[in-house]
């Protein structure tokens, strides 16, 4: 048990630490006005492969504490502050990837170039049968209104789950312990739905054409460890700064833990929906895999080796996962790895053969990365770094495998 902790301790955030953050928000911005000044599919691009990395990482940590509710796992509880707060850049998040459709759709989803009328007449030169098949789904109006209910959801549930948190704090009260298991549970279900739906709408269907039965699972997987290296770096970070004495080296263990395991549960799905396809080797489905290899090889291979190799020899030995500094550099190495691979979804349908890596790219994921840590840095200072009435308080605190 760790031998020094502040019950009521909340994270102090100084102008200092704002500093940085907010350098980084400027940047973005920059890169920003650079890339509408240059190119505007580009820049959409850009803008919509960021907005949804940080928003699924945002919904990974609102997952987090599901999940971990639903389980009734104790060694959790000792970090949930950090899932909180990371849940908080949510809807900022799903505001973003509204106003990014509304504004930039034309540039992203050739879905919406035409009306339904001159797609689904067999006698318009733009007749398209497979678009006529999806226009019921593959509409605007019905667009946005899902991507309104994705957020009204998943910002809806992070909003309760996190007031019956704070609540708890301040009055002990088992029936918000009771209750938020309760809305987990329903969470859950609803997040194996929305999280698919949202996968096919924000990022299969900028290849229309093309479909696959496992792409919610695979967003899914990176999300999640993408997630989880993200709550890694606070956790550490908070950790380094004195805020974190409560936790033991299990707990950094059981982090690493999943870091591993959904390491290797995206390159399992990263591999069947490759291998499914290439054997099946249909016009509709191979024509996605055909544009990466032909276009962007280097980078989709070396996107494998990023995000299944390297973790996987990082993170192999019991004593890795309970080593911060090795903690540190696999999560870093899983969160541009991810990055990497929502890049190779985003810009062939998108910008093709034009594909860069620039000042405009780098400077926007600077941008959101500044904004994200921003958001959950300003989360962390409105309630204590322990949950000092959590029910399974004292199981976390004497955690040990």
Do not use: C
Not at 35 to 59: P, S
Not at 192 to 200: E, G, H, I, L, T
Not at 241 to 269: E, P, Q, R
Request: hydrophobic letters at 50%.
């Amino acid at each position: 048990m760790p031998t020094f902790y502040k019950m009521d301790r909340k994270y102090e955030l100084t102008r200092n630490n704002k500093m940085i953050p907010l350098v980084m928000i400027a940047i973005g911005v920059i890169a920003i006005i650079m890339g509408f000044m240059t190119d505007k599919t580009r820049t959409w691009a850009v803008l919509l492969q960021n907005d949804f990395y940080f928003t699924a990482i945002a919904l990974a940590g609102t997952f987090f504490i599901a999940f971990n509710y639903a389980a009734q796992s104790g060694w959790t509880v000792g970090i949930k502050r950090v899932p909180e707060a990371m849940g908080g850049f949510l809807k900022y998040g799903m505001l973003g990837l509204i106003l990014i459709f509304i504004f930039g759709h034309h540039d992203l989803y050739h879905w919406t170039h035409h009306s339904h009328e001159e797609l689904s007449d067999p006698n318009s030169p733009v007749f398209d049968p497979i678009l006529a098949g999806k226009l019921g789904f593959l509409n605007i109006p019905f667009y946005i209104s899902r991507l309104v209910l994705y957020a009204v959801l998943w910002v809806g549930f992070t909003y309760v789950l996190r007031r019956h948190s704070l609540q708890e704090d301040l009055d002990g009260n088992i029936e918000h312990y009771k209750r938020s298991v309760v809305l987990s549970a329903i969470f859950l279900v609803i997040f194996a739905v929305s999280s698919s739906m949202a996968a096919w709408d924000i990022l299969m269907s900028l290849d229309a054409h093309w479909f696959s039965t496992l792409f919610g699972w695979y967003i899914f997987a990176g999300l999640f460890v993408s997630g989880l290296a993200m709550l890694a770096m606070f956790v550490l970070y908070l950790d380094r700064k004195g805020y974190m004495n409560h936790l033991t080296d299990s707990h950094f263990h059981d982090i690493g833990k999943f870091m591993f395991a959904f390491s290797v549960f995206w390159t399992y799905l990263w591999f069947s929906q490759f291998m499914l396809i290439w054997y099946a080797n249909l016009p509709e489905e191979v024509g996605y895999y055909q544009t990466r290899w032909k276009l962007f090889r280097s980078i989709w291979i070396g996107n494998f080796f990023i995000n299944f190799i390297a973790p996987f020899l990082v993170f192999m030995t019991r004593d890795a996962k309970r080593t911060k500094r090795i903690l540190f550099f696999g999560g870093i190495i899983i969160l541009v790895g991810h990055w990497i691979d929502v890049f190779v979804m985003v810009m062939p349908a998108t910008v093709g053969a034009e594909w860069t890596i620039g000042f405009i790219e780098i400077g926007t994921a600077i941008g959101f990365l500044g904004a994200f840590i921003l958001s959950t840095l300003t989360e962390l200072t409105k309630a204590s770094l322990v949950p000092k009435n959590h029910p399974m308080l004292q199981e976390s605190l004497h955690h040990h495998i």
